[in-house]
């Protein structure tokens, strides 16, 4: 393994609403290295974007960190010309102050799938762009090109001229036909899939350390989503990039990711390489998620396995296991009663599942 | 299978289908040019199976499933469509949908239906439940009281609903549960085919793997015809007996699914086949990476309209539009060197 880059240790996020209290992130933990891709998996509500937007101390109202750190290495240029890594508990950071809105988007960039065509009236003329763009948003009423060459600035040191050389060059390589053009058309005159593109060409334009993408492509047809893949796995490449890539797609994140962590209900179930979740997984949730998943040259017609029940109303969790209540291997007088804890089944294969517990 | 045996089972036929959206411009609104949304677009559908239509966003793939129903009028071509409703002894007869009035399509509409991609949005969240699936059969006039009360009662049961759910609002279900209600609304009036545009893409995988379940099941249950039209080519494939490949408002190639996807014969459909991420880390993916954006069909390129992002594109293919033919049995293709390449599947 490669150096760590941000290590999640046992977070915890609440939302506190009228209705009761929903635990969206439990006791999350892992580690995310340079030059290596962290899978997050599991469906709507398991708590896997609440985490990444923990990472950057932006969890959204009424959300709260309640417990937990997010310990980031962060290199710098020390005096005499070689670099010091120095850890920051971005948590003990002020949400609005400078170090972080450094760190955003400069160090720990972001993709967020874009809800369909979300050109946001609320920013006036007057917004602070790179902020505004940083937080994944394009304002209406600025070429995309200078949005682009702004924010470049504000993270790189280059001059006006070389950050659009470098916006231009971006818009190249996730797939905008006739870029030197594009760069002057103003968001609206893009499609959904072009401005979700020119989100994902600011993000890696400013040469991040760490890269969350959170359901980057879901949005994009194949054909685009193959190509920006591609491209994210350049850049990694070239300047050894860390990478949390949050998807429920099992294509994308076997084809991405050299590790995953699988998400329900707000816990870790299961962390484990890429090639053990998908040749190995442990746990019946894991499981169970692979099996549903329709695949090339898997019996045509047959019914998927799927499963039973639905995922459980947040104000009132199952007792003991989360799965439980679902799960094909449940035992009695056991999973509804011990919760489980984090047990070892092989190399850097770890698993939250009574039936691999020892007495 | 003898060429009339074929020619029997056929529900659907649709032939040069064609849907172009007007572009207006300026303070008279003067039309300046058109959108080919669907150019000449010919397929059929036999009883019992299901037609998968797959293409990027923008080839007409819904817009052709919303001619079919006459959601939206078309430009040109003909629909058949062997129906019950209109004899008063049952008997199927093949009508061209196009040349219907307004009272006879509503009446042939019966046995037509849509399954929409939203579960959110294309419920009414005013109406109960038993409303929205009753709401069809009081339209078309069928059954009273009493009646409609027990369809709506065994429909809910059909697709895994409770009966007590139908005096509920569509805000108090989860998103597979909405997608169960749409289903049911959909089969209210007992159809033989059934649109389902992008059914399942909104919903989590396991609630994907429950719907679709849920699709084959009914689909054997009734004897359902399905048009299935979504953008995820291993859940079309998962459902289809056959597949049409759409690309800027064209079909550019039918087949059986396994022919199609084993060895398609129109590039684009390889591309498309070997852009798909496969569940699979130690797959080792050989991806086609297709050059630039979709056309734009309203200033389509010349020839064929893939010929720009083709990597087997000759000079003819600038030149002249292929011609769709069927290169082998039931193996359609509209590529000027099909056949020649040796193209790879999965």
Redesign the interface.
């Given at each position: 393994m490669s150096e760590p880059l941000v290590e999640v240790k046992n977070l915890k996020v609440r939302f506190d609403v009228r209705e009761g209290i929903i635990k969206a992130v439990d006791g999350a933990t892992f580690t995310v290295h340079y030059g290596q891709t962290l899978g997050v998996i599991g469906e709507s509500g398991c708590g896997k974007s609440v985490t990444a937007r923990a990472i950057l101390n932006m969890v959204p109202k009424p959300g709260k960190v309640v417990g937990g750190e997010i310990l980031y290495h962060r290199r710098r240029p020390s005096e005499n010309g070689s670099e010091v890594t120095e850890i920051v508990n971005i948590l003990d950071l002020d949400p609005d102050g400078e170090e972080i809105r450094q760190i955003r988007g400069g160090e720990i960039a972001m993709i967020f799938q874009e809800p369909m065509s979300s050109l946001t009236p609320v920013y006036t003329a007057g917004a602070h762009i790179t902020e505004a763009v940083t937080l994944h948003r394009l304002l209406p009423i600025r070429k995309v090109g200078d949005q682009m060459a702004e924010t470049i600035q504000a993270h790189r040191r280059v001059s006006k001229q070389e950050a659009k050389e470098i916006a231009i060059e971006m818009l190249r390589r996730v797939g905008i036909p006739n870029p030197r053009e594009r760069v002057d058309a103003y968001p609206h005159q893009l499609s959904g899939g072009q401005r979700q593109r020119v989100m994902i060409a600011i993000a890696l334009s400013c040469q991040p350390d760490m890269l969350i993408a959170d359901e980057p492509t879901t949005a994009l047809d194949v054909s685009i989503e193959a190509q920006i893949l591609d491209l994210m796995r350049e850049l990694q490449e070239e300047t050894n990039m860390a990478i949390m890539f949050i998807t429920h797609n099992l294509g994308v994140v076997a084809e991405m990711a050299q590790e995953i962590v699988v998400m329900y209900l707000g816990n870790i179930v299961e962390r484990a390489s890429v090639v053990d979740i998908f040749y190995n997984p442990k746990h019946p949730y894991t499981r169970a998620l692979l099996e549903s998943i329709p695949r090339f040259g898997k019996g045509r017609r047959q019914r998927l396995t799927s499963i039973k029940g639905m995922v459980p109303d947040p104000f009132h969790l199952p007792s003991g296991c989360l799965f439980h209540p679902r799960c094909p291997h449940f035992m009695p007088g056991k999973c509804d009663r011990i919760e489980p804890k984090w047990t070892q089944v092989g190399d850097n294969h770890w698993v939250r599942c009574l039936l691999y517990e020892k007495e | 299978m003898a060429e009339q045996e074929r020619r029997d089972n056929i529900l659907l036929e649709v032939r040069g289908l064609k849907k172009y959206f007007p572009i207006q411009r300026g303070l008279l609104r003067r039309t300046v040019g058109y959108v080919r949304a669907v150019d000449d677009v010919s397929l059929y559908v036999r009883e019992g199976e299901t037609l998968g239509l797959v293409g990027?966003?923008g080839c007409g793939k819904t817009t052709t499933g919303r001619c079919i129903i006459r959601l939206y009028e078309p430009t040109a071509g003909q629909i058949h469509f062997k129906t019950t409703a209109l004899s008063p002894n049952g008997d199927p007869q093949m009508v061209d949908l196009l040349s219907l009035d307004k009272e006879r399509m509503k009446t042939v509409r019966r046995e037509m239906a849509m399954i929409f991609q939203d579960p959110i949005n294309s419920l009414n969240p005013r109406m109960t439940v038993f409303d929205i699936i009753a709401e069809p059969m009081e339209i078309h006039g069928m059954g009273r009281g009493p009646e409609v009360e027990e369809t709506v009662v065994r429909l809910l049961e059909h697709v895994g609903l409770r009966p007590e759910h139908m005096l509920r609002y569509p805000h108090e279900f989860?998103?597979?549960?909405r997608q169960r209600i749409g289903i049911a609304r959909a089969l209210a009036l007992n159809p033989r085919l059934v649109i389902c545009d992008e059914p399942v893409s909104a919903l989590?995988?396991?609630?994907?793997?429950?719907t679709?379940?849920l699709l084959?099941d009914l689909q054997k249950d009734f004897g359902l015809s399905y048009i299935f039209i979504a953008?995820d080519?291993?859940?079309v494939?998962?459902?289809s007996d056959r597949v049409a490949v759409m690309y800027v408002g064209k079909v550019v190639e039918v087949a059986d699914?396994e022919h199609l996807?084993s060895r398609p014969l129109h590039p684009y459909t390889e591309?498309?086949l070997?852009?798909?991420?496969?569940?699979?880390?130690?797959?080792k993916?050989e991806?086609i990476?297709?050059q630039?954006?979709?056309a734009d069909p309203a200033n389509p390129p010349s020839g064929c309209y893939f010929h720009p992002r083709c990597r087997y594109a000759q000079p003819i293919c600038e030149r002249e539009a292929p011609e769709f033919r069927e290169l082998e049995p039931d193996h359609w293709v509209a590529c000027h060197r099909a056949g020649e390449l040796h193209l790879k599947g999965?």
């Amino acid at each position: 393994m490669s150096e760590p880059l941000v290590e999640v240790k046992n977070l915890k996020v609440r939302f506190d609403v009228r209705e009761g209290i929903i635990k969206a992130v439990d006791g999350a933990t892992f580690t995310v290295h340079y030059g290596q891709t962290l899978g997050v998996i599991g469906e709507s509500g398991c708590g896997k974007s609440v985490t990444a937007r923990a990472i950057l101390n932006m969890v959204p109202k009424p959300g709260k960190v309640v417990g937990g750190e997010i310990l980031y290495h962060r290199r710098r240029p020390s005096e005499n010309g070689s670099e010091v890594t120095e850890i920051v508990n971005i948590l003990d950071l002020d949400p609005d102050g400078e170090e972080i809105r450094q760190i955003r988007g400069g160090e720990i960039a972001m993709i967020f799938q874009e809800p369909m065509s979300s050109l946001t009236p609320v920013y006036t003329a007057g917004a602070h762009i790179t902020e505004a763009v940083t937080l994944h948003r394009l304002l209406p009423i600025r070429k995309v090109g200078d949005q682009m060459a702004e924010t470049i600035q504000a993270h790189r040191r280059v001059s006006k001229q070389e950050a659009k050389e470098i916006a231009i060059e971006m818009l190249r390589r996730v797939g905008i036909p006739n870029p030197r053009e594009r760069v002057d058309a103003y968001p609206h005159q893009l499609s959904g899939g072009q401005r979700q593109r020119v989100m994902i060409a600011i993000a890696l334009s400013c040469q991040p350390d760490m890269l969350i993408a959170d359901e980057p492509t879901t949005a994009l047809d194949v054909s685009i989503e193959a190509q920006i893949l591609d491209l994210m796995r350049e850049l990694q490449e070239e300047t050894n990039m860390a990478i949390m890539f949050i998807t429920h797609n099992l294509g994308v994140v076997a084809e991405m990711a050299q590790e995953i962590v699988v998400m329900y209900l707000g816990n870790i179930v299961e962390r484990a390489s890429v090639v053990d979740i998908f040749y190995n997984p442990k746990h019946p949730y894991t499981r169970a998620l692979l099996e549903s998943i329709p695949r090339f040259g898997k019996g045509r017609r047959q019914r998927l396995t799927s499963i039973k029940g639905m995922v459980p109303d947040p104000f009132h969790l199952p007792s003991g296991c989360l799965f439980h209540p679902r799960c094909p291997h449940f035992m009695p007088g056991k999973c509804d009663r011990i919760e489980p804890k984090w047990t070892q089944v092989g190399d850097n294969h770890w698993v939250r599942c009574l039936l691999y517990e020892k007495e | 299978m003898a060429e009339q045996e074929r020619r029997d089972n056929i529900l659907l036929e649709v032939r040069g289908l064609k849907k172009y959206f007007p572009i207006q411009r300026g303070l008279l609104r003067r039309t300046v040019g058109y959108v080919r949304a669907v150019d000449d677009v010919s397929l059929y559908v036999r009883e019992g199976e299901t037609l998968g239509l797959v293409g990027e966003s923008g080839c007409g793939k819904t817009t052709t499933g919303r001619c079919i129903i006459r959601l939206y009028e078309p430009t040109a071509g003909q629909i058949h469509f062997k129906t019950t409703a209109l004899s008063p002894n049952g008997d199927p007869q093949m009508v061209d949908l196009l040349s219907l009035d307004k009272e006879r399509m509503k009446t042939v509409r019966r046995e037509m239906a849509m399954i929409f991609q939203d579960p959110i949005n294309s419920l009414n969240p005013r109406m109960t439940v038993f409303d929205i699936i009753a709401e069809p059969m009081e339209i078309h006039g069928m059954g009273r009281g009493p009646e409609v009360e027990e369809t709506v009662v065994r429909l809910l049961e059909h697709v895994g609903l409770r009966p007590e759910h139908m005096l509920r609002y569509p805000h108090e279900f989860s998103g597979g549960q909405r997608q169960r209600i749409g289903i049911a609304r959909a089969l209210a009036l007992n159809p033989r085919l059934v649109i389902c545009d992008e059914p399942v893409s909104a919903l989590d995988v396991s609630i994907q793997a429950q719907t679709l379940n849920l699709l084959l099941d009914l689909q054997k249950d009734f004897g359902l015809s399905y048009i299935f039209i979504a953008h995820d080519l291993s859940v079309v494939q998962h459902v289809s007996d056959r597949v049409a490949v759409m690309y800027v408002g064209k079909v550019v190639e039918v087949a059986d699914v396994e022919h199609l996807y084993s060895r398609p014969l129109h590039p684009y459909t390889e591309a498309l086949l070997s852009a798909v991420p496969k569940p699979d880390p130690l797959y080792k993916s050989e991806r086609i990476l297709m050059q630039g954006d979709v056309a734009d069909p309203a200033n389509p390129p010349s020839g064929c309209y893939f010929h720009p992002r083709c990597r087997y594109a000759q000079p003819i293919c600038e030149r002249e539009a292929p011609e769709f033919r069927e290169l082998e049995p039931d193996h359609w293709v509209a590529c000027h060197r099909a056949g020649e390449l040796h193209l790879k599947g999965v």
